[in-house]
């Protein structure tokens, strides 16, 4: 089974960026879609992006054409590229691996822990 380590969340100022990464440990890192949620503090857990196996993309309208979906299958790892950032992106950013291209969290088997992102003003 595969686990997920996020890294890269911190401090950014409005307009910044950020990349952050998710390793996946695991033979079977290939064979799922990969997906970015995040929660800020008091409310639900939302949809970022995805990735699928093949490297088909799709964004949340709130982070499309400012943030960048990808992988690396030879490394086992996942990027989210957040450009333009804004405070109301602030959040707990985690990632998740499941069987389907998904934007429902249910639908994702594994997380991470979650890395913080923090956007001023």
């Known amino acids: 089974q595969v686990q997920l380590v996020e890294s890269g969340g911190g401090l950014v100022q409005a307009g910044g960026s950020l990349r952050l990464s998710c390793a996946a440990s695991g033979r079977t890192f290939s064979s799922y879609a990969m997906g970015w949620f995040r929660q800020a503090p008091g409310k639900e857990r939302e949809f970022v992006a995805v990735?699928?196996?093949?490297?088909?993309?799709y964004y949340a309208d709130s982070v499309k054409g400012r943030f960048t979906i990808s992988r690396d299958n030879a490394k086992n790892t996942v990027y989210l590229q957040m450009n333009s950032l804004k405070p109301e992106d602030t959040a707990v950013y985690y990632c998740?691996?499941?069987?389907?291209?998904?934007?429902?969290?249910?639908?994702?088997?594994?997380w991470g822990q979650g890395t913080q992102v923090t956007v001023s003003s």
């Open positions: 990735i699928s196996r093949s490297g088909g993309t």
């Open positions: 998740a691996a499941g069987d389907v291209v998904a934007v429902i969290s249910t639908e994702y088997r594994k």
